[in-house]
């Protein structure tokens, strides 16, 4: 039966020491039982300083009401995601984020275990990038730092709703109010965005984009607010991301990702326009604009309760809902023809466009990663195409797999010789070349094609909104 035993714990110590995360269990006593090598590197330690001994010798810092071992042994009950900040014996800061566990025999306590992960460098990184950044608008200036990119006309659209759209953000661009705005991954939400900002009185100031999915949850608060001197060991005085962005425009993207509590300081800022650094007791006043996005409905965001409704209802004044390209097919030549176009010149190649095949391909598939999904299907085939014409076998692999609604042509195994058939593809080519030139301009699209508006407007419905 020993020998069992000892098998037994040789198996779990080389199971836990196999673990990419550190593992830490003390006893009763506060002492340290087992400690693996992840455990020893990010604390800064070697693995016999801890073993053994006690907890509170080993990390001065701690005490028996701040240290997440201790606290679950004397409750009972199990902390999950805790950030704890301390100092080991030899003046290090640690940062981690800790799941403890209280131990169990027989329903009694015998222990505790902590399972965590390092976001010292992780931490060290953001900050970083938060200097870079005020660096950055100390040297070049507030109305020259963070310029945008991309402005709304750079959004290629015929599709009259999307123009409608483009449209409303122009007029709304110059108002201060939140605005928050949904679309599928690939639908162009930043580019939207930074069109928005550059229509927007503040085109001077500061443009500061972040993805609230990119930070750990514990970091999140830190770089949006800034922190305060002493707010945790090591805090110096940092401003955050809003602070930053005084003048301009905050970019949330996946807000729904940004943890409830700290939702509920975002909308004290956009209530009153003041934010408190981590750790501070001084109010400071910013004048931002705040853009939110979203990649799931706001609804199922809500009904998820991933989205506090008073947030939302703020944030609510002017919403854009981003069409997803399987909505808006009349684009799709328009943004085929643009991207051969621009890697014709990246690329110097000289493609002409694509076959009739491939053209019908592009409006039957649904195009899940939207815009950007296109783009990069037209980046990877103009690489690879031997050719002046893009053609299926060009496709990338996982495209080539795709089960598309059979076609005329390829049910008789070659290119139909349908007379309606191949003149509603011409139509559909002219309709979309005259919208294109005339740039959505429906009256100007019917004088072009030399028919009349009713016309015109017929056959979009019958091409283009099936």
């Known amino acids: 039966m020993v020998q069992i035993t000892a098998l037994t714990k040789e198996v779990l110590a080389a199971i836990l020491k196999s673990i990419d995360e550190g593992i830490h269990v003390v006893n009763t006593e506060g002492e340290t039982i087992f400690y693996n090598e992840v455990a020893a590197k990010h604390d800064g330690m070697a693995v016999d300083e801890v073993l053994g001994k006690p907890l509170l010798a080993v990390f001065p810092s701690l005490t028996a009401d701040s240290s997440t071992l201790i606290k679950v042994m004397k409750t009972k009950k199990a902390i999950y995601n805790r950030a704890q900040v301390y100092l080991n014996v030899h003046g290090r800061r640690i940062d981690t984020i800790n799941t403890t566990l209280p131990i169990f025999l027989e329903n009694s306590i015998i222990g505790a275990v902590e399972i965590a992960k390092d976001y010292s460098r992780m931490k060290l990184l953001a900050e970083s990038l ?272 795709y089960s598309a609604p059979v076609t005329i042509s390829e049910s008789i195994g070659k290119r139909s010789l349908s007379l309606r058939r191949n003149i509603e593809i011409l139509e559909k080519r002219l309709i979309a070349d005259a919208l294109n030139r005339s740039k959505g301009n429906i009256k100007q699209a019917s004088k072009l094609l030399e028919i009349p508006r009713p016309t015109l407007q017929y056959k979009m419905k019958k091409f283009f909104d099936s």
């Open 130 to 401: 938060l200097d870079l950044q005020k660096s950055l608008n100390n040297n070049r200036g507030k109305k020259t730092a963070n310029k945008v990119i991309y402005r709304l006309d750079d959004i290629k659209t015929i599709n009259s709703e999307f123009l409608r759209i483009k449209a409303e953000a122009k007029r709304f661009a110059r108002s201060d109010s939140p605005i928050l705005i949904y679309g599928e991954s690939g639908t162009g939400k930043e580019l939207f965005v930074q069109g928005i900002h550059h229509e927007s009185l503040r085109t001077n100031g500061p443009f500061i984009a972040q993805n609230c999915a990119a930070i750990p949850e514990t970091l999140l608060e830190s770089i949006l607010f800034g922190t305060s001197k002493g707010s945790y060991t090591g805090a110096v005085e940092r401003k955050g991301l809003f602070e930053l962005a005084d003048g301009g425009t905050l970019f949330l993207d996946e807000l729904h990702a940004m943890p409830i509590e700290l939702q509920s300081k975002l909308l004290r800022v956009l209530e009153d326009g003041m934010i408190r650094r981590v750790g501070g007791t001084e109010n400071i006043h910013v004048d931002v604009r705040v853009i939110a996005a979203m990649n799931v409905h706001p609804g199922e965001a809500l009904r998820n309760q991933k989205l506090r409704s008073d947030l939302y209802y703020r944030l609510n004044v002017f919403t854009f809902s981003l069409l997803p390209l399987r909505e808006r097919k009349e684009d799709i030549q328009l943004l085929t023809d643009y991207f051969i176009a621009f890697y014709n010149g990246k690329l110097a190649k000289s493609i002409r466009g694509v076959n009739i095949e491939l053209e019908d391909f592009f409006i039957e598939y649904p195009w899940p990663g939207n815009v950007r999904e296109l783009k990069h299907t037209i980046e990877y085939m103009m690489n690879v195409c031997e050719g002046s014409i893009l053609c299926r076998k060009d496709l990338p692999a996982m495209l080539k797999q």
